[in-house]
């Protein structure tokens, strides 16, 4: 049994990993989902990574997995406790140093979301749903609107303070569907910041919500790699 460390992005709601934690529970490993304080100013980065490692508590080479905006907070926590891999998810990778907020005009992210818009004929103009929630369930939506908490404008001026990424395994999983970090993009970004080539898989932005037994099924993939050697 490996244990699966499951940061979210914006908001911090561990409810985002929901429809991932049973399906890794019955591949017979731990999923634990960390539920991180998005909607306080007061909380950075380093609270972030501190909530993750006592999450983490005394567990070996557990699989850190990192969605979206937890890609800020995935170095911090590696940089405190060895990990086995690191998984990110449509993750933003960032730079030592670099702030979330310097993030988006440094990789020019929002240049790849609207010309993705434009090539595939969707609107331009952000909403969440054309970007976040085009290919989530109804019922999924519906039972999310109780869970959903805004992000701290706060954490996106704070540089993420890490010397390096781990020298672990690190695998990259992008939505083929993904309109908010088109994969084109990704891909560019994963090749540019850590020469690591990407794993493609149907689903959005918030692939956990919309396709969980794809992504669960590569994360115990990626488990079953590791034991092996592969990974």
């Given at each position: 049994m490996s244990s699966f460390i499951l940061l979210p992005g914006a908001g911090g709601t561990a409810w985002y990993w929901h429809r991932v934690v049973p399906l890794l529970e019955r591949a017979g490993h731990e999923a634990i989902a960390v539920d991180l304080p998005g909607n306080d100013e007061?909380?950075?980065?380093?609270?972030y990574a501190e909530i993750a490692v006592r999450a983490?508590?005394?567990?070996?080479?557990?699989?850190?997995?990192?969605?979206?905006?937890?890609?800020?907070?995935?170095?911090?926590?590696?940089?405190?406790?060895?990990?086995r891999m690191l998984v990110l998810v449509?993750?933003?990778?960032?730079?030592?140093g670099e702030a979330a907020g310097?993030?988006?005009?440094?990789?020019r992210s929002e240049e790849a979301r609207?010309?993705?818009?434009?090539?595939?004929?969707?609107s331009p103009q952000f909403d969440l749903e054309t970007y976040f929630?085009?290919?989530?369930?109804?019922?999924?939506i519906q039972d999310g609107a109780a869970h959903q908490r805004g992000q701290a404008n706060s954490i996106f001026a704070q540089p993420c303070r890490f010397d390096s990424f781990p020298d672990v395994p690190i695998r990259i999983v992008v939505g083929i569907d993904d309109r908010f970090f088109p994969s084109a993009f990704q891909k560019r970004v994963a090749r540019k910041r850590l020469?690591?080539?990407?794993?493609?898989?149907?689903?959005?932005?918030?692939?956990?919500?919309?396709?969980?037994?794809?992504?669960?099924d590569r994360l115990v993939a990626y488990e079953a790699g590791s034991r092996s050697g592969a990974g």
């Open positions: 007061r909380a950075g980065l380093d609270d983490i508590g005394g567990r070996k080479d557990p699989i850190l997995v990192a969605q979206s905006l937890g890609g800020f907070t995935a170095p911090l926590v590696c940089a405190r406790v060895p990990v449509n993750a933003m990778i960032p730079l030592p310097e993030w988006w005009g440094n990789t609207v010309a993705a818009a434009k090539r595939h004929g969707y929630l085009h290919d989530v369930p109804q019922s999924v020469n690591v080539p990407v794993d493609e898989l149907p689903g959005g932005h918030l692939i956990a919500l919309s396709n969980p037994s794809g992504l669960a």
